[in-house]
């Protein structure tokens, strides 16, 4: 499942018969701003509620956080409701503004919407609905979707009744037209007392309650209230009131959902019941690769970008490529780079943002500069990319913060949509980093025409696999997380990789010093003879990430003799391996394998278990993983 990173919360009650509360039911825009508060972690873009009132739809929304909306709302309060739609954005299409954010009210203020995720076909179906003399006012595919949903609503036949089953017709036939992963609800104000919602590839419960129903994108958006859950099933609709949830495909044959008591508390539920954003986030992984890959292919199946105001012609003279960044996202340039020259034959550079205008480097209008920042704020990273726009490159941003400073900056952007990140140390945004940037590599290949187009489906089709193959390293973590509690009293840990495997090393050790607070290095392996094998001394753990053995120019055997020689001094060899390679295992104390996957794509994998060592080596130390100390998430000043 694909999980999006927008807050979702929908809401039926039932009415109080003398106009207040009930203790079956609460005011609509009570439970909705709460049900926000708990979810905004899962944006802090825009936020937005609207509850059906008498003569059509309420609605109230600001961007930036919710605080925006809470001033928004004290100053023009909406009328007593008990049905509503709340939403909190983490933007894709459309940057993070007033108008951008949900809900969508169309057809004439009757009908809301909102939404997460990301409707791959809406440039068509805006095209079709524009020339049906529809109108828009945002830049946003959520509502094309709206405008769908109320022109199919309008097309069927009104029997006069008001339990939804109009406007639910209209939501599964809308479904079938939207293509991409989404979570849709909508109020209207025919159906005062209902609210209907879809869900593909996108994150949608129901909360059961006494004379009242809830909709969240995850527990935590109703846990206050009930802890009865439904998990609903894939390519299914549900309509819920007061009283009643009814579920089906988006065929309208009956369907079930899947009741579950959830056993959190409210602190657990936002962040899914793990014990800390950092596991949540490492978990996030699968989704945060397919959420990055989704939507970036046009209509004839080729490559494309979110904002690419770069001419086509210009790319194709470019002669040069640097990559600009810091910390985590600089080891996400090393990754790329190898991809980078591999696909497109371009020399390419990856720079420290905060060394880049101290050197004098050589850059002109033939020089195509990234940037890789998880908030876009990086004041080292936008520093170089300002200068070297007036050295006349052209700048490409690899961001995940829609609207921030960077990628307005810049010439183009290539959006990672991993979601927000919570916890100080980077992991999600990292793999999609590196998942952006081999996008961009695919991309000027297919520009240049140094790959077929064959060969970029292969690639894709590979990095389609890729999710599902995080989540199986996931699934199985009980391993590297007892070996990580078994090491707590560690002072030192070295990390061996070659070729990709390299920065995946430097990343790995930065990881445990951000973390565990402990001294650890990343090595190239080769250079383990020109000096760092002096540091190996009875007991000291290396851990090494080892290339496939498949493959012409396998770097394997090069890295095995390299545990070898340090094994042979005392060395605990830790291993990352691929799924089949027995060879390793007589070298090594411990061997973690990851499924197997081509050379370039191998980061994408290596790097997990590293990181869930890391995290649980600093828990079992009782730090704080999701807040390191003397650490800030976005270094704004240079």
């Excluded at 390519?235 to 495909?249: E, L, N, S």
């Excluded at 493959?551 to 799924?579: C, F, M, P, Y």
């Amino acid at each position: 499942m694909i999980g999006f990173m927008c807050g979702i919360v929908g809401y039926a009650g039932t009415a109080p018969a003398n106009g207040t509360s009930t203790p079956a039911g609460h005011q609509a825009l009570d439970v909705l701003m709460e049900g926000l508060r708990r979810l905004e972690y899962r944006g802090y873009d825009s936020a937005g509620v609207a509850v059906v009132a008498e003569g059509g739809i309420a609605m109230r929304k600001k961007a930036g956080k919710l605080a925006n909306l809470t001033a928004e709302l004290a100053q023009r309060p909406l009328p007593d409701s008990m049905t509503g739609i709340g939403h909190t954005r983490w933007a894709t299409h459309g940057g993070p503004t007033d108008k951008n954010a949900h809900p969508h009210v169309v057809d004439g203020g009757k009908l809301a919407v909102i939404h997460n995720g990301i409707i791959e076909n809406y440039a068509p179906l805006k095209a079709e609905l524009l020339q049906q003399d529809h109108t828009f006012v945002s830049d946003t595919d959520t509502e094309v979707a709206a405008v769908l949903l109320g022109d199919i609503y309008r097309s069927l036949p009104d029997d006069g009744s008001a339990d939804g089953a109009r406007l639910t017709r209209a939501m599964q036939l809308a479904a079938q037209r939207l293509e991409g992963a989404f979570t849709l609800l909508a109020a209207h104000a025919d159906h005062p007392g209902t609210v209907v919602a879809s869900r593909r590839n996108s994150p949608l419960v129901v909360g059961l309650g006494d004379g009242e129903n809830f909709l969240g994108s995850d527990v935590s958006g109703f846990i206050d209230y009930t802890r009865r859950a439904v998990e609903l099933g894939q390519d299914q609709v549900v309509t819920i009131t007061a009283d009643t949830v009814a579920i089906t495909d988006f065929f309208g044959a009956p369907a079930e959902g899947k009741e579950y008591l959830v056993d959190w508390d409210a602190a657990a539920a936002e962040k899914d019941g793990f014990p800390s954003f950092m596991e949540k986030e490492i978990h996030d992984q699968p989704e945060a690769v397919a959420a990055t890959l989704l939507g970036r292919s046009d209509l004839e199946g080729k490559l494309t970008l979110d904002e690419m105001r770069i001419d086509a012609d210009v790319l194709k003279t470019i002669n040069k490529i640097i990559v600009l960044a810091c910390g985590t996202s600089a080891y996400a340039g090393q990754v790329a780079k190898y991809a980078i020259e591999h696909w497109c034959r371009i020399p390419t550079e990856v720079e420290l943002s905060h060394e880049f205008r101290y050197r004098d480097p050589i850059v002109d209008d033939k020089t195509l500069i990234v940037s890789l920042s998880q908030s876009g704020e990086t004041m080292d990273t936008l520093m170089a990319v300002r200068y070297a726009r007036e050295q006349g490159a052209k700048t490409i941003a690899i961001c995940n913060t829609n609207g921030s400073t960077i990628p307005r900056e810049s010439d183009a952007v290539l959006y990672t949509h991993a979601g927000p990140e919570i916890a100080v140390a980077s992991t999600k945004a990292f793999l999609a980093q590196i998942t952006a940037a081999y996008l961009l590599g695919l991309y000027l290949a297919q520009l240049r025409g140094n790959l077929f187009q064959g060969q970029i489906k292969d690639v894709l089709a590979d990095l389609a696999k890729v999710p599902a193959k995080i989540a199986q390293v996931l699934a199985n973590d009980g391993q590297i997380k007892e070996l990580a509690r078994s090491m707590a009293d560690t002072r030192s840990v070295l990390f061996l990789g070659r070729h990709v495997g390299f920065p995946v090393a430097m990343e790995g050790a930065l990881k445990l010093k951000e973390l565990a607070y402990i001294h650890a290095e990343g090595f190239a392996a080769g250079e383990l003879k020109h000096g760092p094998i002096a540091l190996i001394e009875e007991g000291q753990p290396v851990i090494v990430v080892v290339p496939s053995p498949r493959g012409r120019d396998s770097l394997h055997a090069k890295v095995v003799s390299n545990i070898q020689e340090v094994r042979a001094r005392g060395a605990k060899t830790i291993v990352i391996a691929e799924e089949g390679d027995e060879s390793v295992r007589a070298h090594a104390e411990h061997v973690f394998y990851i499924p197997e996957t081509t050379a370039l794509l191998a980061p994408l994998l290596t790097t997990v278990p590293l990181q869930i060592f890391a995290c649980e080596l600093a828990t079992a130390k009782g730090y704080d993983v999701d807040q390191p100390r003397n650490l800030a998430k976005s270094v704004t000043v240079e």
